[in-house]
Each structure stands twice: as C-alpha cells, then as structure tokens.
C-alpha cells in the first residue's frame, strides 16, 4: 500500500516539485551527496537504514517529513514489544518522528496515538485515497506539497544563502537609518524568488518588516509580490509579539545615560532568558543613533552596575545584525564566547 500510495502522491503532484522515489539506502546517500535535496520524505517507519538515512539528511540542512501509515499505534508498537519494538523505540524510532518538521498522518485516530507518545506535535492531516474517497489523488498531493510548502517556510534564516544574508543586514540598516548613503557594503542581486520569499518571511515573524521594506525601497530593489497573510508555517512556541525593551523599562528618566543603562539591563535579563531578538537591537541600535550619551560617565556607571560586557556584547551584536557604526558605540564592541552564544540565540530564536 506504501507503494502505492508514494507512485500515487509523485504522479499526482505534477510539476508542483521535483520528486526522487529511492526504496534503498545506498540509493538514497548518493542522491542526497550528489544533488540538491530541500526534503527527505520517510514513508513508513521501523527501519533503521531510515534513520541512517536521516543523519546523512539532517548533516546536510534537509528537511524531514514522516509518514507513519498508521506504525505508530499502540497495536502495532505492543506487537513484540520487549523484543523488537523498544529496542528501536529507543534506538532511533523516537528520534526519528521528534526530528521530523512534520508529521503526515491520515486520520484522527492516528493523531490521537501519536500525541499520546509525546514525541511530535506538528501533524497534518491528508487523507488516503486509497481507502477512502473523501479525497482524491490529486487532492491528497496538492495538500502533501502544502505541507512540504510550511516545512520550507520555517525557520527560513536556516535556508538563506550567506550573500542574502549580509543583504538582509543592509536592509535593515537602510530602513534604521532612513537613508541609503548609510549603507557602504558592495550589494549584489537575490534572483531566486525563494531567499526573497526567506526574508519576507523572517521579516514577518521577527518583527521587523517595517524596517526591512523600508531598506528594500531605499536601496531600490524590486521585491517580489509576497502576501505573507497567506503564508504559514511551523514556530517554536504560539507566536507573540515580541516585547519591546521601551514598553518594559519606560520612559521617563533624568538623563540618556540613566535610560541606556536600564536598556542594558533588560538586554542582560533577554540574553539570560533566551528572549534577545533582532527586533529589540533594531530599537537600540535607534535609540544610540538619536541620542547622545556622557561616554565617561557611562563607562563609570556601566562598570559599577557590572554591566560592562554586556553593553560591549550588544555593540558586536549591533555591527553583526544592523550594521551599526562605530562611531555611535559609546563602548568598544566585544566579539567573545558568550557573544557567539547569544548569536546563536537569536540565530534559533524561530527554529522549531
């Protein structure tokens, strides 16, 4: 029936994406080393040239979705339980369904196993059209690349080539700063509609869209029509609006100074909570280039109140994300251990 169903799903799809049916592990190793691959489909589940399969893919930046077919219900887990099934539960199975993006299942009942388990909670439901005609084969296709669709909509900063990436950085400082001239990196062309489809949606759900296709604009670049309400994918945690460091410490205060060591203050508690985003550095990066401080007086007051590197951390993650100016730094930026690690936060701030 697999085998029915995977000829069915690549007929049915069409031109919609390119498909590669392997049903060996050495076929599927070489196809994965030798072309580009953005998905590894596991139809079925309980073998382990799968899950080898899978750290080749996983190595490589592939994505994994995963077809149970019904495998993962207590019924067919308890046959040979202590024998067979454990020992590959706790082996690979397991591992296999928590690393995969998402979870194609066919009917509620199966939903209800697989939650019981704990293991994945992104499922999608899609229909078998061969048993049952509540959909058909090119309904089910249509609805598996949708689901391959939200998978390469996730956590799209992860699928940005590196010269998109420093382009997304000039963007930002463009639309920061309101004027182009402030941008002095060499800029080059994104003509893959995809990485615009990446920054569209990173921009979205980091908040920063406003400051991005401000930036786009004023560098003059063509965008392509992109409606990002019509767009979905697969986050971390229920997507809420990221709170911003002034909503927290406020607004009144005697001077600059005494305000930007409150902010470094909130910095230091969003970095211990894993909660420091791109947005909240485009709100300092802001607030240094419209106000002056009393550098002195705030190298004083930041090594009294220990927060020294923590402001001098902010600095490089400034210069890394919004191409903020030395020349505005009140304090030297700090490229160290812990500054890569809070890169790292923000890196993964949507990753699932």
Known sequence: MITDYVNMLVSSMGLEAENIIVDAEPIAKEKLQSIHIDILHIHGCWRYSAYRTLKLATRKGVRVV??????????????????DKLPKKLFYQKAIV??????????KMEEECIKKLGWNSRMEIIRNPIIT???TSSGMAYKTYCVYRKVLDSHTIELMKEQTQQLLRCFIKAGITGDAQWVTDDLCEINDPEQWRYIVIYAYYEHISNIVLRGIHLLNYEIPDIDIQKISCYLPTPDEKTQSIQDVIGLQYASENDRLIATFKQVRKLILRHQLTISHLCEIDRELR??????????????????????????????????????YMPVPPLDDRMTRRIKQQIYNHLKI
């Open 98 to 107: 928590e690393h995969a993006y998402a979870i194609i299942i066919q009917g």
């Open 66 to 83: 995963l077809s149970p077919y019904g495998q993962l219900e207590p019924w067919i887990i308890n046959e040979d339980y202590w024998k």
């Open 133 to 135: 005609q509540s959909i």
């Open 290 to 327: 419209e106000h002056d401080v009393e550098e002195d007086h705030l190298y004083e007051t930041l090594k009294e109140t220990k927060l020294y590197k923590t402001a001098c951390r902010t600095m490089q993650l400034l210069d890394d994300y919004t191409g903020f100016d030395e020349g």
